[in-house]
């Protein structure tokens, strides 16, 4: 991954989750799988776990309040 991309990553991650949501909406409209094929089992995996991780932090988040 390019370092721009990964600075794009990294800007994304630093928002509320809020506009984190409303630019993950923005890219899903924008994009459709027809545009790059389809994922690999290893891509699959990585956006599994990494769902997994958000979903964990959330969690954490909602319980601590």
């Known amino acids: ?11 994304f991650n ?3 989750q809020a506009e984190q949501m409303a630019v993950y909406e923005a890219i899903a409209r924008k994009v459709t799988p ?3 094929g ?6 699959l995996t ?4 990494e769902s997994f991780a958000l979903l964990d932090q959330e969690e954490s988040r909602a319980q601590s309040r």
């Not at 991954?1 to 800007?11: G, T």
């Not at 990585?46 to 776990?49: E, G, K």
């Open 46 to 49: 990585a956006i599994a776990a």
């Open 34 to 36: 027809a545009d790059y």
């Open 38 to 43: 389809p994922l690999s089992d290893e891509e």
């Open 14 to 16: 630093s928002l509320p």
């Open 1 to 11: 991954m390019s370092d721009k991309a990964l600075a794009v990553i990294q800007e």
